[in-house]
């Protein structure tokens, strides 16, 4: 999935800024399981009339502590220990324990995967530029709303000539991260 597509000019190596384009691209990891998991439409009202629910903010409950107990007796049960442990939940008010509501599988849910991101680069110019295919190279791109800058690999260089003028399309693979150095 691309999330940024952006022109600007590029310094390659610290040399005088280039026209070019900064495509940004994030994979999409698909992750099913078959078990539990916390109801995320779950809402509960205890005796003493506290509201409780599921939050997809940062705290999954924020109106319920959370302890973990523990058993006093494990015990071996066939070949594997068994022990009666378990998250507890009660109401930060009245202490009333709550049971969260939980959600058969299958689930299936995306989650934002690696980054990758690379530039191409129009260069018009009399003579050829001194990037060759395979090189690492610093990139930094001045954008609009901020600089970003890492390293790349040159992985192609297609020249067409008109007249005097070279046209030189370079095409720069992201071999990191991309950082930032802030929004202007």
Not at 24 to 50: E, M, N, P, T, Y
Not at 63 to 75: A, F, K, R, V
Not at 124 to 135: H, K
């Amino acid at each position: 999935m691309t999330v940024m597509n952006a022109r600007g000019a590029f310094r390659i190596n610290g040399a005088d800024g280039v026209p070019g384009t900064l495509a940004v691209q994030r994979d999409i990891v698909w992750v099913a399981s078959l078990g539990l998991r916390a109801d995320k439409g779950w809402s509960f009202r205890d005796r003493a009339g506290h509201f409780h629910a599921y939050s997809t903010g940062e705290t999954r409950y924020p109106t319920l502590w959370e302890g973990y107990i523990t058993c006093d007796s494990p015990h071996l049960d066939g070949d594997a220990w068994w022990c009666d442990c378990r998250t507890e939940y009660t109401c930060r008010i009245c202490k009333a324990v709550v049971t969260p509501g939980m959600a058969a599988g299958p689930h299936q849910e995306a989650h934002p995967g690696a980054i990758s991101w690379n530039v191409v680069l129009d260069l018009e110019t009399l003579s050829m530029p001194q990037w060759e295919v395979g090189m690492m190279v610093t990139v930094e791109a001045v954008l609009p709303d901020a600089t970003r800058f890492g390293i790349a690999v040159v992985t192609s260089v297609s020249v067409k000539q008109f007249g005097d003028l070279i046209n030189v399309k370079t095409v720069l693979q992201g071999a990191g991260a991309l950082g930032e150095l802030g929004k202007r």
